[in-house]
C-alpha cells in the first residue's frame, strides 16, 4: 500500500487507535482484535516494550492492516520503525529532522502540534496531517475550530483525551480524524482477553464518527 492510500485510509476511516501498553503480548492482542473490528489501523508507541519487534510481526502476519508507529522522538527510532515495516510515524511534538526524514522516504507522517505557529512549521515541512496533541485539555472541539479557521486546508487530527463522550464534537470542529488510547483500547479488556469488547468500543467509535461526519456535510 503507497503513500497515497494510506493517506487516503486514515481519512476514510477517521479513527487511529494507539496502543501504549505494558507488554509485547498485550499490544498484539490489541492490535489483532481492533484490526477484526473494522479498523485497519493501529499506532503502536515506542513505549511499549519491544515496540519495534511488535511492529515487525504485526506488518509481517497482517498485511492487511496499517500499522504505524507512534512517540517517535528521534531519527534513529524512525529509521527502526520503518525497516520493521512501519507505515506512517507520529510524534506527541514536532521535530522537523523526522518529518524531513519520512517526507524523504515517501512515508506518511503527521507530528504533534499546538501552537498555529507549530501548525504553519508542520504542514510547510510536508507533513501529511497535523495532529494536535494534547487536544482535550487545552481547549478541546472549540480549539480545533478555532484553528480551523486560519488552517481550512490543513487536515488537523484531534488526539489527547479524545473518548466516547467528546469524540462527535472533535469531528463536527473539523477535525479529519481523532486519535484514541485507552478509551479504545480498554486496558481491563486487554488484560481479561476480552476481544468483544474491543470490538464492541471500535463499533461504537465508527459509528460515531460516521454519524458526526454525516452532520458536518447536512449543517
Known amino acids: 500500500m503507497n503513500k497515497e492510500k494510506i493517506r487516503s485510509l486514515i481519512e476514510e476511516i477517521g479513527i487511529i487507535p494507539a496502543i501504549r501498553l505494558s507488554s509485547t503480548h498485550d499490544a498484539l492482542f490489541a492490535a489483532e482484535a481492533v484490526s477484526s473490528s473494522g479498523i485497519p489501523i493501529v499506532e503502536v ?9 511488535v511492529i515487525s510481526d504485526l506488518a509481517r502476519n497482517n498485511p492487511e492492516l496499517v500499522v504505524g508507529a507512534g512517540t517517535v522522538l528521534d531519527l534513529q527510532n524512525a529509521r ?54 494534547p487536544c482535550a485539555p487545552l481547549g478541546g472541539p472549540n480549539y480545533i475550530k478555532a484553528l480551523k479557521s486560519p488552517f481550512p486546508d490543513v487536515p488537523l487530527i484531534a488526539t489527547g483525551g479524545v473518548n466516547q463522550h467528546n469524540a462527535t464534537e472533535f469531528i463536527l470542529a473539523g477535525a479529519v480524524a481523532i486519535g484514541v488510547g485507552k478509551d479504545l483500547i480498554q486496558p481491563d479488556a486487554i488484560e481479561r482477553r476480552e476481544r468483544d469488547w474491543i470490538r464492541e468500543l471500535s463499533h461504537r467509535f465508527l459509528h460515531i464518527v460516521k454519524e458526526a461526519r454525516s452532520r458536518r456535510r447536512v449543517g
Open 80 to 133: 527502526r520503525c520503518l525497516d520493521a515495516g512501519a507505515k506512517f510515524l507520529t510524534s506527541p511534538g514536532l521535530d522537523l529532522e523526522i518529518v524531513d526524514f519520512a517526507v524523504k522516504r515517501n512515508t506518511v507522517v503527521f507530528p504533534g502540534a499546538l501552537t498555529p505557529t507549530d501548525v504553519i512549521a508542520a504542514w510547510k515541512a510536508g507533513s501529511d496531517f497535523v495532529k494536535i496533541f
Open 45 to 53: 508507541t515506542m513505549t511499549v516494550p519491544g515496540a519495534i519487534e
